[in-house]
Structure formats: structure tokens, C-alpha cells
């Protein structure tokens, strides 16, 4: 224990911080997260696929998530959504190139947030005290994560007073604290005003067809109306929450056909297809459904492309052959930063095995 906490404090007096006032409440987290065994220089978030991403708290927080989102400036920055178990269940980003920087510091659904495995964390910390949390970048116990500012607030059921998750706000880049505080702040109120309002019939209905037809697919799709967007996780290679305007005045155009159609994004041109939802006779959104022009070479390139420099030379290695361990001595990194990458890259490309990693690196090889 003293030695992490010691290894601590010297990196924050080495750092161009050491005269700024650490609070009592990252102190003692600093002191429990030693107490636990954890080394701040070997710490990567654990991370489960299984999400209960169809609960009420995200059909509550998607909209504001969603404005908010869209309202940022142009900053590397993810807004966040857990459960009660500090799982991270979804995601709202600018852009697709902010979204593959963010899963390289487990800000991405799937990822855990808990103290005892991670160390000092605003998620953590906003959870346990039921509250809001602001834990600045080298306030973070782990190595991993001291270039990012991050600000957390408890969402509380207004049923029954338990904490039913938490927002958060994770940036990479230089940020205003007080500022990203009071928009955490407002998609707190404006989630437990829509649990306790329960929305509404129009609001239920685009969130009920978005889960059936996830349920359906294992394809990228998304739902969207004049206020909320949902993806699924294939999606997010596609849109991002500043896309909800020009997905939704696309689909609005779309709705006299089916067939699919060119839908121009920031990424590029997309083909999409989409259909409406009614509530009665009342149309309430649409489900978008993205595909493609070349199943093949071309989106495996561009699914290719958004892996990190350390996560292809990793793929490269397990292709050919090595273990684990033996990439990991080869990169001179812990076969469990070998695992967290392989974790990301299997994510990325919408796979589950190591045979399906070798045979898309060779579908996307270029022939002579």
C-alpha cells in the first residue's frame, strides 16, 4: 500500500500540478484504492459485453444526452451513461474518430467504472457518495488515465431514492471543470424529470421499435426523432450524436420507400435504408438502418482503419501466430494490455475470434 501511494504523490509532484490542492475526498479514494492492491501503472478497466442497455434510465437519458452532445464544441470528449454497477451502458460522442479515442481509456459501453478495480474515478466516486464528483487528470490513481478530466453525477430514482446510474463527462482535452459540472448537472435533472414524467406514448414508442429491432439485428441500425437518437453499437461507426438533425431529415424524406438510398454523414457517403414508426396513426421517428456499398474489402478497410497503431501491431502478431505472452514480450508491454487491445480490436471490427481476425486482415490485404 505505501509503496503505490507514495508512487502517487510523487508523480503529482512531478507534474506540472504539484501546487494545485488535492481534495480530502480524492485523498482518501487515493488511500483505498492502495488499500485494495491496485497499481497505478497496471491498471486497465475490466470490461463485460453484456450491457443493460434497454433499461429505463437510457430510454430517460437519451435525449438529453443527445442535446447535449451536439451542443459541445468540437473537443475530444464522450458523455457517458451507467448502470447502478458503474457499467457503462452507452455512449454519445461527436464524431467517430472522438469515439475510437475514448475505448482507448475504457470510456465505451461494456467498460466498468468501479473503485476497487480502477482505482480513483469521478464515476466511482459520484456512485458511492449518491452526489456529484470532479476528478481532474492527475487526481486519477491510474497512470492510464491522468490525461483526462472527468465529471460524474449520480442519477437518482425518483421513485424510490436508489441510485440508478450515473452521468459522466470524460475530456482530453483542456476543459472548463465548472462548465462540464453544470452540464452533467442538467442531464441529471432533465433524466429524473422524464423517469418521473415517464415521458409521454411518443417517446416510448420510438424506444420500444429501436429495442425490437436491435433485438433483430446484429447490424448497425439506429432510431431517431426530433429530439432523441439511439445506436447500437455497430452504429456508432457510422453516427454520432451531432448527426441527429441530418438523420433525422433524411429518414423524414425516405419514409415513402424502403428501398436503400445514399445518406451523406461526416464520415461519408453511407448507404441507409429506413422506416417509420407510428404510435397509432401518429408518426413518431424512424429506424435507420446502415449498410455499406461493399459488404466486403472496402468496410473491412474502413473498420481496419480505426484500429490504434498498438491495437494493429497487436492484431498483426496474434495473426501470425503468437500468443498473449509472446506479443506481449515482443511489444514490451503485460499480456493483460495485450487482452484489453484484443478486447478493442475484436469490438471494432464486429468480431469474436481469433480466426475471424485472421481471415478479415486477409480479406482486406490487397491482391495483385
Not at 431514492?161 to 432533465?190: C, F, K, S, Y
Request: hydrophobic share 45%; charged share 20%; with cysteine.
Amino acid at each position: 500500500m505505501a509503496g503505490a501511494l507514495e508512487y502517487v504523490f510523487a508523480r503529482v509532484e512531478n507534474s506540472p500540478f504539484h501546487n494545485e490542492t488535492v481534495s480530502s475526498a480524492v485523498l482518501a479514494s487515493w488511500h483505498r484504492s492502495a488499500a485494495a492492491g491496485l497499481e497505478p501503472d497496471q491498471i486497465h478497466a475490466p470490461f463485460d459485453a453484456n450491457v443493460d442497455d434497454d433499461s429505463k434510465l437510457q430510454w430517460a437519458a437519451a435525449p438529453a444526452m443527445t442535446a447535449v452532445s451536439a451542443e459541445l464544441p468540437d473537443i475530444r470528449c464522450a458523455l457517458l451513461l451507467t448502470d447502478r454497477r458503474v457499467h457503462v451502458i452507452q455512449r454519445w460522442t461527436r464524431t467517430a474518430r472522438t469515439a475510437s479515442q475514448m475505448d482507448a481509456v475504457g470510456a465505451a459501453p461494456g467498460f466498468f467504472c468501479d473503485e476497487a478495480v480502477v482505482g480513483t474515478n469521478s464515476i466511482g466516486m459520484a456512485a458511492s457518495t449518491r452526489g456529484a464528483a470532479l476528478v481532474r487528470g492527475f487526481e486519477h490513481y491510474a497512470d492510464a488515465f491522468t490525461h483526462i478530466t472527468c465529471a460524474s453525477r449520480a442519477v437518482l430514482d425518483p421513485f424510490t431514492g436508489q441510485v440508478a446510474g450515473v452521468v459522466n463527462m470524460t475530456v482530453a482535452d483542456p476543459a472548463h471543470w465548472e462548465l462540464m459540472g453544470a452540464l452533467v448537472g442538467r442531464i441529471v435533472h432533465e433524466t429524473q424529470q422524464r423517469l418521473l414524467d415517464e415521458g409521454g406514448s411518443r417517446a416510448s414508442a420510438l424506444y420500444e421499435s429501436f429495442l425490437q429491432a436491435r433485438r433483430r439485428t446484429r447490424g448497425p441500425i439506429a432510431a431517431v426523432d426530433g429530439s432523441a437518437l439511439y445506436i447500437n453499437t455497430a452504429g456508432s461507426q457510422y453516427v454520432a450524436s451531432t448527426d441527429r438533425e441530418t438523420l433525422w431529415a433524411w429518414a423524414q424524406q425516405r419514409f415513402a420507400s424502403r428501398d436503400t438510398a445514399v445518406l451523406q454523414l461526416p464520415i461519408g457517403p453511407t448507404m441507409a435504408s429506413c422506416e417509420a414508426i407510428h404510435d397509432g396513426s401518429e408518426l413518431v421517428g424512424a429506424i435507420v438502418r446502415f449498410s455499406p456499398p461493399d459488404q466486403g474489402r472496402p468496410a473491412l478497410q474502413t473498420a481496419l482503419a480505426r484500429l490504434t497503431d498498438s491495437e494493429r501491431g497487436v492484431a498483426d502478431l496474434v495473426v501470425a501466430g503468437f500468443t498473449n505472452r509472446e506479443t506481449a514480450a515482443k511489444l514490451f508491454i503485460s499480456p493483460h494490455t495485450v487482452d484489453y487491445h484484443l478486447r478493442h480490436i475484436f469490438r471494432k471490427l464486429d468480431i469474436d475470434s481469433r480466426i475471424q481476425l485472421a481471415r478479415a486482415l486477409d480479406e482486406a490485404t490487397p491482391r495483385d
